[in-house]
């Protein structure tokens, strides 16, 4: 098994920044991607960006390509992401999600952290 710790949400004003971490413990030799998906009241979990775990190579949406930036640090089994120029459509709840390639990228990876929520204020 495999869990995942999201943290750094919050309340932040447009255009401003926010950084994001996941930490995964267990058999994390299992994962080779790990990604971000968000999620508001009444809508379906939204893909954001996935990372593949062994060779860095990045995916985005495109509705925060420019703005974001998912990394890495594989001593630390950690992710990030980092957002910027945040606008009031990036509300939700952001979970972090790892697994297999194909699965993390289809939203249907086996490893959900629990959310973590983000505001963005006009």
């Known amino acids: 098994q495999v869990e995942l710790v999201e943290s750094g949400g919050g309340l932040v004003q447009a255009g401003g920044s926010l950084s994001l971490s996941c930490a995964a413990s267990?058999?994390?030799?299992?994962?080779?991607?790990m990604g971000w998906f968000r999620q508001t009241p009444g809508k379906e979990r939204e893909f954001v960006a996935t990372i593949y775990t062994s060779s860095g190579t990045t995916w985005y949406a495109d509705s925060v390509k420019g703005r974001s930036t998912i990394s890495r640090d594989g001593a630390k089994n950690t992710v990030y992401l980092q957002m910027s120029n945040l606008i009031p459509d990036d509300t939700a709840v952001y979970y972090c999600?790892?697994?297999?390639?194909?699965?993390?990228?289809?939203?249907?990876?086996?490893?959900w952290g629990q959310g973590t929520q983000v505001t963005v204020s006009s």
């Open positions: 999600t790892a697994g297999p390639i194909v699965a993390v990228a289809q939203g249907k990876g086996p490893y």
């Open positions: 267990g058999r994390t030799s299992s994962i080779y991607s």
